[in-house]
């Protein structure tokens, strides 16, 4: 059974006169996610269902308002970078010796580079992974172009059309 929530009396003080006064959406969220459980007896879900944000949104609005409240609000995006194998700087020296190769013209195999990468991890790792890694420092996969630059289509058509035939029937 989870643990009863404990909202102090403070706490919903603070939230009420924020309600009252407030303008921004964000905090009204945020006074609502404290006030809802605190005098209606609402659970995490039915707060949540009531503001129409997820439950896990319910308790980070209720976590930010107690530290606003208590003076030690700092600000921690919700993003990023999470789950780094390496570092952007690792990132940068692992393809530098490609990068030199792939500007002498050289065809890059990306199993090579996926192989190199698993071993300086010491652990596989998806295609994928190096797909991103590639992206995310700009690097992109060069192919020829489907027809010359300086192909003219009006002069192809006319070759078409008055070229001399010059096979023979069997």
Same mark, same amino acid.
Request: net charge positive; proline share 6%.
């Given at each position: 059974?989870?643990?009863?929530?404990?909202?102090?009396?403070?706490?919903?003080?603070?939230?009420?006169?924020?309600?009252?006064?407030?303008?921004?959406?964000?905090?009204?969220?945020?006074?609502?996610?404290?006030?809802?459980?605190?005098?209606?007896?609402?659970?995490?879900?039915?707060?949540?269902?009531?503001?129409?944000?997820?439950?896990?949104?319910?308790?980070?609005?209720?976590?930010?308002?107690?530290?606003?409240?208590?003076?030690?609000?700092?600000? $921690?995006?919700? +993003?990023?970078?999470?789950?780094?194998? @390496?570092?952007? &700087?690792?990132?940068?020296?692992?393809? #530098? *010796?490609? =990068?030199?190769?792939? $500007?002498?013209? +050289?065809?890059?195999?990306?199993?090579? @580079?996926?192989? &190199?990468?698993?071993?300086?991890?010491? #652990? *596989?790792? =998806?295609?994928?992974?190096?797909?991103?890694?590639?992206?995310?420092?700009?690097?992109?996969?060069?192919?020829?172009?489907?027809?010359?630059?300086?192909?003219?289509?009006?002069?192809?058509?006319?070759?078409?059309?008055?070229?001399?035939?010059?096979?023979?029937?069997?």
């Amino acid at each position: 059974m989870a643990r009863p929530t404990t909202i102090d009396q403070e706490l919903v003080q603070k939230a009420q006169t924020l309600v009252a006064q407030t303008t921004d959406l964000q905090e009204l969220l945020e006074a609502q996610s404290i006030l809802l459980p605190a005098l209606h007896g609402t659970s995490l879900e039915q707060t949540a269902s009531l503001l129409g944000v997820s439950r896990a949104t319910v308790h980070r609005l209720q976590v930010k308002f107690r530290a606003k409240c208590r003076g030690r609000f700092v600000v $921690k995006p919700h +993003g990023g970078r999470r789950r780094v194998l @390496m570092s952007l &700087d690792q990132e940068r020296a692992f393809l #530098r *010796p490609w =990068a030199q190769q792939a $500007k002498e013209g +050289g065809v890059l195999v990306v199993s090579a @580079m996926r192989a &190199d990468l698993s071993q300086q991890l010491g #652990r *596989p790792v =998806a295609a994928s992974v190096l797909y991103r890694l590639l992206a995310r420092h700009g690097w992109r996969k060069v192919a020829p172009d489907t027809r010359h630059p300086k192909s003219d289509p009006k002069v192809q058509e006319d070759w078409k059309k008055n070229s001399p035939k010059r096979w023979v029937p069997c």
